[in-house]
């Protein structure tokens, strides 16, 4: 495996997305349908415009105080709280890139 620096920004950028979705889309109701979740989004965005701005801050801030200053893929993941999905975030990466053809 290569040093972090060689992958930060495509870690970094799944944390930015692991955080709107949590910090922001884990408040938009469950459809019964799957298939309706796109439709129960847009009108939960339509419908909450400040709960956006206020949540995009707090993703604002998450990345630039936790994410951005990270050195390692075991901090990212530990700062989106997914430690518990995946215990060993350095294995993680590696199977996740021999899965890379």
Same mark, same amino acid.
């Given at each position: 495996?290569?040093?972090?620096?060689?992958?930060?920004?495509?870690?970094?950028?799944?944390?930015?997305?692991?955080?709107?979705?949590?910090?922001?889309?884990?408040?938009?109701?469950?459809?019964?349908?799957?298939?309706? !979740?796109?439709?129960?989004?847009?009108? !939960?965005?339509?419908?909450?415009?400040?709960?956006?701005?206020?949540?995009?801050?707090?993703?604002?801030?998450?990345?630039?105080?936790?994410?951005?200053?990270?050195?390692?893929?075991?901090?990212?993941?530990?700062?989106?709280?997914?430690?518990?999905?995946?215990?060993?975030?350095?294995?993680?990466?590696?199977?996740?890139?021999?899965?890379?053809?």
């Amino acid at each position: 495996m290569k040093d972090y620096a060689t992958y930060k920004k495509v870690i970094l950028f799944f944390a930015i997305v692991d955080q709107i979705y949590a910090q922001t889309f884990s408040a938009v109701p469950s459809p019964e349908k799957e298939s309706d !979740w796109p439709t129960a989004l847009a009108e !939960w965005i339509r419908k909450n415009d400040d709960a956006l701005m206020k949540a995009s801050g707090r993703v604002l801030a998450a990345f630039q105080s936790d994410l951005f200053p990270a050195t390692s893929v075991d901090e990212i993941v530990d700062v989106c709280g997914l430690l518990e999905d995946i215990p060993s975030p350095a294995s993680f990466l590696l199977e996740v890139l021999a899965m890379v053809p």
